[in-house]
């Protein structure tokens, strides 16, 4: 991913829904992986330099099977055709490559061996400073009154809480960005990706994958 005139451009990407977290085996070793299921993708914009100020591809999750069978593109922006979009910026001249109605397919992660995987955390609500950033914690023993208390939080001079302070909150539901994920199996009839340890989020969650 490179930074150019204030935009994120990708080589390439492809969404996918997490599945479940499972093992293989190399060797006498287990690997800990995760799956991640590759939907049916279609291109259905395709913004230009000219119109946009920038080159990118809107892609969509089909859930219509009969898409290619409506004829006009303009014809199958529906809401109930489709269940996430996205936008994947490219380089320019790179958007050229395709066209509105074409597929995404398993095709373009041959010979990849790692991959960066974009995906949103667990959401966990509003939590207490102890599991948020997984403090350490107070002595457990009966003398102890403060078990789990965040403690202090500031000081006499200046009389007030120093900015970015560690306390209770919002917890997860963020952006997480994994780089060098490595790609353990590609099943093409399934249309199923294999990569190495956990990816954020929860099940059904949708992930980019960015190599």
């Not at 935009?7 to 996918?16: Q, R």
């Not at 093992?23 to 590759?38: A, Q």
């Not at 397919?105 to 995987?117: A, G, R």
Request: proline share 3%; net charge positive.
């Amino acid at each position: 991913m490179t930074l150019y005139n204030n935009h994120f451009y990708t080589m390439a990407w492809i969404m996918a829904k997490k599945l479940e977290m499972t093992r293989v085996i190399k060797g006498d070793t287990f690997i800990p992986v995760t799956l991640l299921e590759v939907p049916q993708l279609k291109v259905v914009w395709i913004k230009t330099v000219e119109n946009d100020g920038y080159e990118a591809l809107v892609v969509w999750i089909l859930k219509n099977s009969e898409w290619g069978k409506l004829g006009e593109w303009k014809k199958a922006l529906n809401v109930s055709d489709f269940s996430t979009v996205k936008e994947y910026p490219m380089h320019e001249g790179d958007s050229e490559k395709f066209a509105v109605g074409d597929d995404i397919t398993l095709d373009c992660l041959e010979w990849i061996e790692t991959v960066n995987i974009v995906a949103v955390s667990k959401w966990k609500g509003f939590t207490w400073a102890m599991k948020r950033h997984n403090f350490h914690g107070w002595p457990s023993s009966h003398w102890s009154k403060f078990h789990r208390a965040l403690g202090s939080i500031g000081n006499r001079k200046p009389t007030r809480t120093a900015k970015w302070k560690k306390m209770h909150g919002h917890h997860g539901d963020l952006t997480v960005n994994l780089k060098d994920v490595p790609v353990e199996l590609v099943n093409k009839e399934i249309w199923v990706i294999w990569v190495r340890w956990g990816v954020p989020g929860w099940r059904n969650t949708i992930a980019s994958i960015i190599f």
